[in-house]
């Protein structure tokens, strides 16, 4: 929806995700989190990290070089939060391997979407009852995410001016208005 007003602005927009933004992300993705193995901590920190890698050196860093705006549904703020205080990574580690993929780039801005985690619990109670697809990190307590949110609230707290918190519990339409509105101040 935001690339949709940034466009009609006459923005040049490149929407992606991670993990899977590169054609060896979505299959980076697939193995990963379609998985019924039991997937090591580190196996998992560091297929993120070579996900990360590839998008930001295939597909960021030329949309940036070209001008263009990147709206990314995830970045390494996720691998911070959950495999950092999901996990219970040391932060040294993690913040090592994220320098690593990302050759230290950042975004402008970071929209936290929060909800509560009974919320969140719910919603994907009642994706899995549409038979959405569901994935591997679907399957975590109340206490991961617990973790991971927490992990997330710290980040706003210590770099206020790039990452946003956006209270989510509303309807589409007011989280996209507030959306729409901050990204509107970044872009001024």
């Known amino acids: 929806m935001l690339a949709d007003v940034l466009r009609a602005q006459g923005h040049d927009v490149v929407t992606t995700r991670e993990p899977g933004g590169t054609p060896?992300?979505?299959a980076l993705r697939e193995a990963f989190l379609e998985t019924t193995e039991t997937v090591a901590p580190m196996a998992e920190l560091l297929?993120?990290?070579?996900?990360r890698?590839?998008?930001v050196e295939h597909l960021i860093k030329p949309a940036i070089a070209a001008g263009r705006i990147v709206v990314s549904d995830r970045f390494a703020d996720a691998t911070f939060a959950?495999?950092?205080a999901g996990r219970g990574?040391?932060?040294d580690k993690v913040n090592q391997v994220i320098e690593l993929a990302t050759g230290g780039l950042k975004p402008d801005l970071t929209l936290f979407f929060d909800i509560t985690v009974e919320t969140a619990l719910e919603?994907?109670?009642a994706r899995d009852e549409s038979q959405s697809k569901k994935n591997r990190m679907d399957e975590e307590t109340a206490e991961f995410y617990n973790r991971v949110r927490g992990a997330y609230f710290g980040i706003a707290k210590r770099e206020p001016e790039r990452f946003?918190?956006?209270e989510a519990s509303g309807s589409v339409d007011s989280i996209h208005e507030r959306v729409v509105k901050i990204v509107a101040s970044i872009l001024n």
């Open 164 to 166: 946003q918190v956006v």
């Open 24 to 26: 060896l992300g979505q």
């Open 89 to 91: 990574f040391p932060k």
């Open 53 to 55: 890698a590839q998008h």
């Open 123 to 125: 919603r994907m109670n």
């Open 47 to 51: 297929a993120f990290a070579a996900d």
């Open 82 to 84: 959950y495999q950092g």
